[in-house]
């Protein structure tokens, strides 16, 4: 399998009416920027309580939103049904509650790939396990944005590309 087709078999396919628009909400994009600007310390951090969700962080860990998010994962090739989560993006890993097996932590430090669609409505995390998980739904340039500060740098916020549409 070629590169090219091995990230073609990444994305998820195009969304069926079940799922909810992938066009970038002007909510949304004000957000992620606000996001940017308080990593970057530019702005003061918004308040999130992680313990009203029923989550713990670590020590030294910082919640940066909670969100509702879509979470589909690859399985032998196949894209699984939506599920729709709570989830909490914090500075070192998003946090989903699925409705019927409690909840899931997919680490930034764990990353081995990080494919951001925007136009698309979706992050896919890849841990390198063949399973990618893809977030996706009104939140994703909140996940986009925490997971290009996580994996690259804060610096990174200002020049990844797949972040650009939130800086225009």
Do not use: K
Not at 114 to 120: F, G, T
Not at 147 to 161: D, K, P, R
């Amino acid at each position: 399998m070629t590169t090219t087709e091995r990230e073609a078999r990444m994305r998820p396919r195009a969304r069926t009416r079940q799922y909810p628009s992938t066009a970038l909400t002007r909510a949304a994009v004000e957000d992620a920027r606000a996001l940017a600007l308080e990593l970057a310390g530019l702005r003061p951090h918004q308040m999130v309580d992680a313990s009203s969700l029923g989550i713990v962080v670590e020590p030294g860990e910082t919640a940066l939103r909670s969100v509702p998010i879509w979470l589909r994962w690859q399985v032998d090739g196949e894209w699984q049904a939506a599920q729709h989560c709570a989830a909490l993006v914090t500075d070192q890993r998003v946090v989903v509650r699925l409705v019927t097996s409690g909840l899931r932590s997919f680490w930034w430090g764990s990353l081995v790939g990080l494919d951001i669609d925007l136009s698309a409505g979706h992050v896919v995390l890849d841990f390198g396990d063949g399973r990618p998980r893809a977030l996706s739904g009104e939140a994703a340039p909140v996940v986009a944005v925490a997971g290009v500060a996580a994996a690259y740098g804060i610096e990174a916020l200002a020049t990844h590309e797949a972040i650009g549409p939130l800086r225009s």
